[in-house]
């Protein structure tokens, strides 16, 4: 003895699209991925990260501390580092420290370099300076650069592409962080 199971649908069964009260199919919201396709390879993407670091790239979160450094010959700097995808290796970067609407670092000139490899693909840069500008500064530069500890700025990089015509740019607000060697009165 064959015992045949159906599955199937009733004639009851409404097979149609839901049907809002007005009798109408509503109208999809979102977007599908068969639409857009897949994300693009942030490999192909042209980017920048904006970051720390004197000797490796260390990425920056918006509110992180950075160390207004007291250098070697009497000034202050941020050592910056940055993330760079989709670019030639060689660029041109610009730093920028701003607090209050005033520009800390001045006019600093673009430098041009040579970005390390990073796997899977990408470069990174590290050890540049965002050099306080004395002139930007007030009278007492040392009490000016002590008063900053725990104050938050943006810090900023532009990374030029000649080659392909690309120009990127990064912010983050960062917390001022007085360096442990300055002697601040």
């Not at 730093?95 to 470069?123: M, N, R």
């Not at 300076?129 to 530069?141: G, Q, S, V, Y």
């Amino acid at each position: 003895m064959f015992v045949l199971l159906g599955l199937g649908c009733t004639p009851e069964t409404d097979l149609s699209p839901p049907k809002n009260e007005t009798g109408v199919p509503p109208v999809a919201t979102g977007v599908s991925t068969a639409d857009t396709g897949p994300p693009p390879d942030p490999c192909e993407v042209p980017s920048v990260d904006i970051g720390t670091g004197l000797s490796e790239y260390l990425p920056l979160n918006p509110g992180d501390a950075v160390t207004v450094v007291f250098g070697p010959q009497g000034g202050w700097h941020i050592d910056v580092g940055g993330r760079v995808m989709a670019t030639e290796q060689v660029v041109s970067v610009q730093l920028a420290l701003e607090w209050q609407a005033q520009t800390l670092t001045g006019a600093l000139p673009a430098q041009t370099l040579a970005l390390v490899p990073e796997k899977p693909c990408g470069w990174t840069f590290f050890g540049l300076r965002a050099i306080f500008d004395d002139d930007e500064l007030t009278d007492d530069p040392v009490a000016f650069v002590c008063g900053l500890d725990g104050q938050t700025a943006d810090l900023s990089v532009t990374v030029n592409d000649a080659a392909q015509g690309v120009k990127l740019t990064d912010r983050v607000s960062v917390t001022l962080q007085r360096d442990p060697k300055q002697i601040c009165p």
